[in-house]
């Protein structure tokens, strides 16, 4: 799949390559589960366009701007207009070489 592809509703979603392009500074968020948890938003594209990353909790620490990444199980969800792309619970970030 590429980023051009995914749209808002879009679930089991899967990027097999991505670069990360920039990283906002992480802050703290209460889910609605009430539990508080930190997130940061990532930019990632491919020769397709460029879509936003959530990165929550330890993912957060483990990618840097340049890491080649690859998505699997995400969603996309949209948020002030724009589509946002998630591991979510079930969803897995790795890099790659």
């Known amino acids: ?3 051009s592809e995914l749209k ?13 392009t920039a990283i906002e ?3 703290d968020v209460l889910t609605r589960f009430g539990k508080k948890t930190r997130v940061a938003n990532a930019t990632i ?3 397709s366009g460029e879509i936003t990353l959530s990165l929550w909790g330890d993912d ?4 840097a ?5 690859k998505i699997e199980n995400g969603w996309v969800s949209e948020f002030r ?4 792309l998630s591991a ?6 790795t890099k790659v070489e």
Do not use: H, Y
Request: aromatic share 2%.
């Open 25 to 27: 500074e992480p802050r």
């Open 1 to 3: 799949m590429k980023i």
């Open 81 to 84: 207009g724009n589509p946002q």
């Open 88 to 93: 979510g619970k079930f969803g897995k970030i």
């Open 60 to 63: 957060i620490s483990r990618i």
């Open 8 to 20: 808002p509703g879009t679930g089991n979603a899967t990027l097999e390559v991505a670069e990360v």
């Open 45 to 47: 594209k491919d020769d």
């Open 65 to 69: 701007i340049g890491d080649k990444i």
